[in-house]
């Protein structure tokens, strides 16, 4: 079992609909939790990150964390073509230092 | 704002060949890591440094080696390249324990 799981996609959304991208990881040590875009070639941005349960938003994008259920969300509204791209789950353990990223689900927002 | 600045940008090496990627890292921040993404998969974590000491090691083959020097730039540097060396590597930094931000990546082709 992978550390970091995510569905692979694609994930087609209607322009304007609302995005969910879920994740699943296997540590219940994990303290920081990130969600990362990328871009066909390009590199990985951040977007998000939650350390604590409960929600998280900024602008658009609201992030979930349950770590109870070892759960975390991304809920991205109004999703503009421009969203279309790779989301990137990423978890740290204890000591904040190796990132496990998950495989990734892509998304597609049809205009 | 200052960015993880990676070079070169673009690498080709012919196989059992020898290559240097260099990171320089945001200002202030004193943790290295480095990630090898190949096509279609999650970038996979490579090794880390915090003040010029390695801090972790994940799946980086025997043939890599790296290190972080006193200006807190690092180095990777990979021998005896093979065909499956050939990958987009990232580069990331971030202060102690916080949020890790890429740089534009390497992509390294062996021929």
């Known amino acids: 079992q992978k550390e970091v799981e995510q569905n692979s996609g694609p994930l087609s959304v209607p322009e304007g609909a609302i995005a969910s991208l879920n994740c699943t990881y296997s540590d219940r040590g994990s303290q920081s939790f990130f969600w990362y875009r990328q871009y066909s070639g390009k590199s990985p941005e951040l977007i998000m990150s939650i350390y604590s349960n409960g929600d998280k938003e900024d602008g658009r994008f609201t992030a979930q964390l349950n770590k109870a259920s070892q759960y975390v969300s991304l809920l991205i509204r109004d999703s503009q073509p421009s969203d279309s791209a790779t989301y990137l789950c990423?978890?740290?353990?204890?000591?904040?230092?190796?990132?496990?990223f998950g495989t990734g689900t892509k998304l597609q927002v049809i205009p | 704002a200052a960015g993880v600045i990676q070079s070169p940008r673009h690498l080709i090496k012919e196989k059992r060949e020898t290559a240097t990627l260099k990171c320089y890292p945001i200002?202030?921040?004193?943790?290295v890591y480095w990630y090898q993404q190949g096509p279609g998969q999650d970038p996979q974590f490579l090794i880390s440094?915090?003040?010029?000491?390695?801090?972790d090691k994940g799946s980086i083959p025997d043939r890599f080696s790296a290190q972080q020097f006193s200006d807190y730039h690092s180095e990777l540097n990979m021998s005896s390249l093979e065909l499956g060396d050939s990958a987009l590597y990232f580069c990331a930094s971030s202060p102690r324990g916080g949020e890790q931000f890429f740089g534009p990546g390497t992509r390294l082709t062996v021929l």
């Open positions: 440094f915090y003040e010029k000491m390695q801090s």
């Open positions: 200002p202030r921040h004193d943790t």
């Open positions: 990423a978890v740290t353990g204890r000591g904040y230092q190796k990132v496990t």
